[in-house]
């Protein structure tokens, strides 16, 4: 079996209570990064789970007007689209303390393809540091973590850890629409690093992946939990 990173896991007893501790410690790692170095770059994931956890992280103080925002992973759909992830980030986190921070969406307005897009998308992201300073995974009941879907047809160039692509289209039988997603390279370049998950079934999805048996094997968010460059807080509540 291979060697798990190092994993801290953490258990609420309901997902606000999760979100509001997650919250404080995103913008502490947040407010650090600023003291630091001038500036701070989170990358978040979208979906249902991180609704309140965006609404909690909006309304502390910390100097927003120096933090960067992106996207783990993107649906290739308009932010017209209740598809959207950058739909999402604008509704539930660009608002009260965090409306002057610095939103830097995954999507090219006017591309059909996220091929198409990339171009763009790479020169938005050379503006900004390599290197993050937060990243938020979520994680499907697929066992998919960011775009990186069973059967993606770019799977393993995404998980590739000597890979130096840092975005990758992705389309897969459980994505819905063709999507864009950061490598785990990329993502694994952080200072800290989180796995934000709810629900018992979530939770059995995640014990499979951890110790690897059956289908667990499979699970693309194993990737993460068997990396060996960066340790992974997991926040978890029923």
């Keep these: 079996m291979s060697e798990l990173t190092e994993i801290s896991q953490h258990t609420f007893a309901d997902a606000s209570a999760l979100a509001e501790t997650l919250a404080h410690e995103l913008a502490g790692k947040l407010q650090q990064a600023i003291a630091q170095r001038g500036r701070a770059l989170i990358a978040v994931s979208g979906g249902s789970t991180p609704k309140q956890l965006f609404d909690h992280l909006s309304r502390i103080e910390l100097e927003w007007d120096k933090v960067y925002i992106t996207l783990v992973d993107e649906r290739w759909v308009p932010e017209s689209s209740d598809r959207s992830n950058a739909r999402l980030v604008k509704a539930m986190l660009l608002k009260h303390a965090a409306t002057a921070a610095h939103f830097v969406p995954l999507y090219e307005a006017g591309q059909d393809t996220p091929e198409a897009g990339l171009i763009y998308l790479q020169a ?50 459980g994505a819905g629409e063709p999507r864009i997603t950061f490598s785990l390279p990329a993502l694994l370049d952080t200072d800290a690093l989180y796995l934000h998950i709810e629900g018992e079934a979530k939770r059995e999805v995640f014990k499979r992946a951890e110790t690897g048996e059956g289908e667990g094997r499979q699970y693309p968010i194993r990737a993460v939990l068997t990396q060996q460059r960066t340790a992974l807080s997991v926040f978890w509540s029923p």
């Design 124 to 173: 938005r992201l050379a503006a900004l540091p390599s290197r993050f300073d937060v990243v938020v995974l979520g994680m499907g009941g697929d066992g998919h973590t960011a775009s990186f879907f069973p059967g993606g047809d770019h799977l393993t160039q995404a998980l590739d850890l000597q890979g130096r692509q840092r975005l990758w289209p992705m389309r897969a039988e």
